[in-house]
């Protein structure tokens, strides 16, 4: 069964000018990040897992310190746990630390040390949810696999004006992020989305003067783009032209 309710599934040209919008507004504003321009899966799933509860300032020297201690997935797994989580020191919520110890165990024992390209393995390393797995596939391996974490959620519930709390839409969030990704440039098309939301479509007082799917967006279109993404105690949306 599909999920679908944005206004643009049925139309492909609008599909392309989004996508084309974003990726020309990314060649352009994208942020300059120390894991953008790698292709090493490791490092990658590293920043990925960090980012999951951690600001990116935050996270920088964290990710560069962790990658001169354990600079392969090989290293972190023969790393003692104690050694990981002290690396992880400061970080918070270090449930990851140990998911990422033990993958890199179940990665070095069934994967010959390789991280696994194929989504439904990777799938089943701890700590990997459905957006880390698509953030890994498509920044390392250019993959068309689609995100939806929280920024967003918050970026397509606005474009299309969602009338429900995100939480309460997710699959048909997940079906519009799968329609946008852009299948030639996967890997530009997830790291503009998640710029856009992190630096223009912020959680209050985004600077849609500034953003490439200005013209697009049903919130700013009806002047509701504060009022979205609604809650869980918002009050009904108002009816304005
Ligand atoms: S126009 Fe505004 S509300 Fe719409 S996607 Fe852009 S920044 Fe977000």
Redesign the pocket.
């Known amino acids: 069964m599909t999920h679908r309710l944005s206004p643009f599934a049925q139309d492909y040209s609008l599909i392309i000018d989004l996508r084309r919008s974003l990726l020309f507004w990314y060649e352009r504003q994208g942020r300059d990040l120390p894991w953008r321009n790698q292709t090493d899966a490791y490092t990658i799933w590293v920043s990925e897992i960090m980012l999951q509860q951690t600001q990116v300032k935050t996270v920088i020297p964290y990710y560069q310190r962790w990658l001169v201690q354990f600079p392969t997935i090989k290293d972190l797994a023969i790393a003692p746990l104690q050694t990981v989580l002290k690396a992880w020191e400061g970080l918070g919520y270090y449930a990851r630390a140990r998911n990422l110890h033990a993958s890199a165990q179940i990665i070095v024992r069934d994967y010959n040390s390789l991280f696994p390209e194929n989504l439904e393995e990777v799938l089943k390393l701890p700590g990997i949810g459905r957006t880390t797995a698509g953030g890994i596939l498509s920044a390392a391996f250019n993959q068309p696999v689609s995100i939806l974490d929280g920024n967003v959620k918050r970026?397509l519930s606005?474009?299309i004006a969602l009338p429900v709390p995100p939480e309460k839409a997710l699959p048909q969030l997940w079906t519009f992020s799968d329609e946008l990704i852009d299948p030639q440039y996967p890997k530009d098309f997830n790291q503009a989305l998640m710029d856009l939301g992190a630096t223009?479509?912020t959680r209050s007082h985004?600077?849609?003067l500034l953003?490439p799917?200005?013209q697009y967006?049903q919130?700013?279109n009806k002047g509701m783009?504060s009022e979205l993404p609604m809650r869980e105690s918002s009050p009904p949306l108002p009816h304005k032209k």
């Open positions: 970026v606005r474009l223009i479509c985004p600077s849609c953003c799917w200005m967006c919130a700013y783009q």
